[in-house]
């Protein structure tokens, strides 16, 4: 369920980023709540990224938001095989590139789930 936050997107092993179809309506503000389950697997090295529109709607010395389109390349700029953590450090510090030195009007928050390759099992 996204609570009404903008979809997530789905970082793949090559560095593609797509938009990951995962309908929910807004929670809390009385309407009847309409769920959807999203499933799929992540393989290894591949990034499932959840964020607020905190993050899409920010904006720096110009009038321009950050916008899905900077999210998708920030996240395409990521190193070769990130962690979680290399992808949330990339994010924030493009952001922050954006933002220099103004300050945040809405909360941004990101959820970054990063699949691992599996262990080797010795034989």
């Excluded at 499933?39 to 899409?56: C, K, M, N, Q």
């Excluded at 390349?73 to 070769?80: D, I, T, V």
């Amino acid at each position: 369920m996204r609570a009404g936050h903008t979809a997530p997107f789905l970082l793949a092993a090559d560095r593609t980023v797509t938009l990951v179809d995962a309908p929910g309506s807004l929670l809390g503000i009385g309407i009847p709540l309409r769920l959807g389950t999203v499933r799929f697997t992540l393989r290894p090295a591949e990034s499932l990224v959840l964020y607020t529109d905190g993050i899409t709607e920010c904006r720096g010395t110009g009038t321009d938001q950050y916008g899905d389109a900077r999210l998708v390349n920030a996240l395409a700029a990521a190193p070769a095989r990130p962690t979680a953590t290399d992808i949330v450090r990339s994010l924030t510090a493009d952001i922050r590139a954006l933002m220099s030195g103004h300050t945040v009007d809405d909360d941004q928050a990101a959820l970054v789930v990063t699949a691992n390759a599996p262990p080797r099992r010795s034989q």
